[in-house]
């Protein structure tokens, strides 16, 4: 009678499975988990990643000799780069002109004594000029700006460097740094006083495209993913800067189209 009941207890109730046996199925689990994990970077990074990098390249030849990032003078880091530009120095004048920026003044005495008063009594000085970035071992070929109301202290700005390699339809490149002043102050590094930047060039990026379409001179706009490895940084000032890592490369229309 008591051998039935233990047979039927058995049946009904089997035993579970021991800790041990729980254990070894979790570390299995995860095991599994993290050979996905590894398979997927390495799928990722080392074949997928340069597969696209190379089309990029191909696609784009000036790629191949393109930084990431302008330099100061003394070579310390200076602003990211985020936007590039196809056309003739004449089209980028003209399509930087029809959507509202100025064409910096040169850097001289006259200049930065005026750019010094107008900033202490807060008058406009819509060529006011910029900082020199440094880039292919040159600076800037090509500057731009747009005031904020009529303080100096605030203003969006942009420099265009030409690139040694043309497209592929062999039409000049001009890749730039685009971002906004929001202050004067000194430096964080040389104690020199210069304009501060806001750490989104992103947004800059976005607003300086946005306005180049309007004008409606842009044939398209290509957006480069992963073109900066490093996301965020300091600039030469020590201004913090960060970035989705993506490049937009605007296509000016040849002025026979426009």
Known sequence: MHAQ??????TH???EKSAVVRSKFAWKSLGIVVAITLIAYGLIAYIVAPFLWSRYERRHPWLADAPDVTHIRDGHPGDPLNV???????EVKRIMAAAGWYAANPLGIQSDVRIAVDTVL????????VSNLYLFGRHEDLA????????PRRRHHVRFWRCA???ESGRPVWIGAVSYDERVGLSHTTGQITHHIAPDVDKERDRLLDGLQKTGRLASVEIINGFHTIREGKNGGGDPWRTDGRLFIGRIQPQSLQ
């Open 122 to 129: 807060e008058r406009p000085y819509d060529e006011a000029p």
């Open 84 to 90: 590039a530009l196809v056309g003739s120095e004449d």
């Open 13 to 15: 109730h089997p035993p």
């Open 144 to 151: 731009y700006e747009q005031p904020v109301g009529d303080d």
């Open 165 to 167: 390699r043309s497209d």
């Open 5 to 10: 009941r233990l047979r039927t207890f058995v």
